[in-house]
């Protein structure tokens, strides 16, 4: 099972980025998937889930109504659309799989979102 996640990178408050996370070794469209980040000097907070088909998503409070996460199973691929950044949401950001494969859950090595002027 690998994760990567890509698409993190400086933003200004106010902006926007795109993650993606590609997915291999597992049948992806089986499994909800998740975003979660963590920021520095705090514990991992947990930001969206997605399940397999897309039917059904959820969002933390924190980001309600500025991120959207989708998914194309077509291309094993989970997205997370990011608008009206704030400071706060600086943090390295993983996708993991929504249940175990197997015997764990699999977390990707993450993406650094960092929004400052």
């Known amino acids: 099972v690998q994760l990567v996640e890509s698409g993190g990178g400086l933003v200004q408050p106010g902006g926007s980025l795109r993650l993606s996370c590609a997915a291999s070794g597992f049948t992806f469209s089986t499994y909800a998937m998740q975003w979660v980040r963590q920021a520095p000097g705090k514990g991992g907070e947990w930001v969206s889930t997605?399940?397999?088909?897309?039917?059904?998503?959820t969002y933390a409070g924190s980001v309600k109504g500025r991120f959207t996460v989708s998914r194309d199973n077509a291309k094993n691929t989970l997205y997370l659309q990011m608008n009206s950044l704030k400071p706060e949401d600086t943090a390295v950001y993983y996708c993991q799989t929504g249940a175990p494969v197997g015997r764990r859950f699999y977390r990707g090595q993450g993406t650094q979102v960092t929004v400052s002027s």
């Open positions: 997605i399940t397999n088909g897309g039917g059904s998503i």
